[in-house]
């Protein structure tokens, strides 16, 4: 039995999620091969997998869980590896990504929920940016650097990636 297909915005998290499950398993390789050091403490970012890959198993059962878990699991994620890595890794700015899909994941009926999601967003940087202590690896400044060149690059990669995804999928848009 064939299952009916998925809304436009639900079908972009759902590929979104799987772009990230496809990329992290690669995060702690990226890491060994330009850092050098701390592949240990890289692949502790692999706990979020299984959390990532709960969104298209839900997304049939429940579009808006879907869309709404996507944003608010990147949200921790990104926290906990800017525990991981240090404020001057630029782990954080992964949180744009996150606020872009809040952005462009909910209907319009579902406004509360994307303001909220906001919000948490945000507080979410500003206790990060603010209480961020020292990383849990003692990085060097050079390593530090590589990181932030390997984090910046993927957010712009993602944020891309999300902007060519969602293209289209509000239903006030009109295709040429």
Do not use: H
Not at 36 to 59: H, N, R
Not at 153 to 159: D, E, G, K, N, T
């Amino acid at each position: 039995m064939r299952q009916p297909e998925l809304d436009p915005r639900t079908g972009a998290t759902v590929t979104i999620a799987w772009l990230i499950i496809g990329n992290k398993p690669f995060y702690p390789f990226y890491v060994w091969w330009l850092v050098g050091d701390g592949v240990g403490t890289s692949a502790i970012t692999l706990a979020a997998v299984p959390l990532f890959m709960a969104i298209p198993l839900m997304a049939r059962r429940s579009p808006f869980n879907a869309r709404l878990a996507l944003p608010m699991i990147g949200t921790v994620d990104t926290v906990c590896e800017s525990v991981l890595f240090g404020r001057a890794s630029a782990t954080l700015l992964f949180l744009a990504p996150c606020m872009a899909l809040t952005l462009v994941s909910f209907q319009s009926d579902e406004k509360w929920w994307q303001r909220g999601v906001a919000c948490f967003i945000f507080i979410c940087f500003a206790i990060c940016w603010w209480r961020l202590e020292e990383p849990v690896f003692p990085w060097t400044s050079n390593q530090i650097a590589t990181l932030l060149s390997i984090n910046v690059f993927a957010v712009a990669s993602l944020m891309t990636f999300i902007g060519i995804r969602y293209a289209g999928t509000s239903p006030e848009s009109t295709s040429f």
